[in-house]
């Protein structure tokens, strides 16, 4: 039976009984079906057409043919291994050397974002023999053991915190400890790392490296104050550790006005390290590291091989050399400026209209809705936005929340996504927060109902105030 003609229910309940729910769905009281993608589309078994806003790995649009014909063409001829001469890992390596700063000139190959940052890991820690690293609160950095202890996101809710990790205050001016009316932000950020080095040395403790995403994406879509990071490269480099940014949601043209987003820090600033994933492939599992020779010789020196099965084959390297292409081609770059300019138009517009809209934040098509209770306090409308998700997926639009109150709605589609998009997905949202807002002043509040649904997935209803009727949602996972 192909795959796709399988009932919806029958596909959950064989998933429910073979996976591990620990593996969660979108949507878990009603999860979606999606058998086929294109462009900034997905379509479910019915043939109901939905906009994708939040699928950041398909990253020039789902199925793009040029990709897919990359893939197929060089399929058809060898799959290997990297121990052998080949072209297409040369050419790859050539083609982003020419995107990033000089210095950054030595490529490593693998196939998730999670194996990119625990090379960069072992990177750092054997080019300063130092062990400690220094992360921003709420990061995700990936999967593996390693990276758990460095993703404050994960670890909280694990063992947590290991006493080689030392975790800073996300720069976010919205809400964190120094905020839009502090006269330099991005000075008073720093200096926290700076002390939470000095702390650390202290206690005799050695720093590795500084870990970030150069725009924080599971906390919240936050945008840090310009000259942050070269501020914190100052601290790190002093203390002999190196910088390393996680460019796997925030990388290849999506921030509009450059291609890296640590670009935006300035010129002066360039990482020690950079990682690549998620979009660098478009969907085929594709991860890079970049670095400097100087790193790159230390990790020789130990004399231990570094090998990758999948890393680097020819495949992968045809596909990442056709994102490339299609990027170009496409001036996908471009047109996320000019998209992610109007939709942030759009979006401050709702901002004016709707009290529960507190911040718009973003760049290119990487853009936040931060949903508040209040103005004075910011206190995130977690619930509220849990409700707006699961309402914009009944008028098929898929778009996740994330942030440390999960309130922040993320904007971060494919590259395509197009001016009618936003225009489209805006006024629905408006029509929501519109209907919400009504709701809310004739109603009491919006409440999650447990019972019936199975473990971590309850409804969302209105409380049965006089005259409202009940409208249920569901949280995505
Ligand atoms: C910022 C960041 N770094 C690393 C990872 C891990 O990448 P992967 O899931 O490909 O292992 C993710 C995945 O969500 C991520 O968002």
Redesign the pocket.
Known sequence: MAADSRAKAATLALRQRLLSSSCRLFFPEDPVKIVRGRGQYLYDERGVEYIDCINNVAHVGHCHPLVVQAAHEQNQVLNTNSRYLHDNIVDYAQRLSETLPEPLSVFYFLN??????DLALRLARCYTGHQDVVVLDHA????LSS?IDISPYKFRDLDGQKEWVHVAPLPDTYRGPYQEDHPNPAEAYANEVKHLVSSAQEKGRKIAAFFA?SLP??GGQIIPPAGYFSRVAEHIHRAGGLVVA?E??VGFGRVGKHFWAFQMQGEDFVPDIV?M??SIGNGHPV?CVATTQAVSRAFEATGVEYFNTFGGNPVSCAVGLAVLDVLEKEQLQAHAASVGNFLMELLSQQKAKHPIVGDVRGTGLFIGVDLIKDEAMRTPATQETEYVVSRLKDKHILLSADGPGRNVLKFKPPMCFSLDNAQYVVAVLDDILTDMEEKLRSCETLRIHPGKHPPNKQALLWSTGPGCRVAAGSRPS
């Open positions: 998730s974002g999670s194996e990119a940052n995700y950095h990936g999967h990276l995403e994406s599971v996680d796997i949601q990682t994933g998620k991860a």
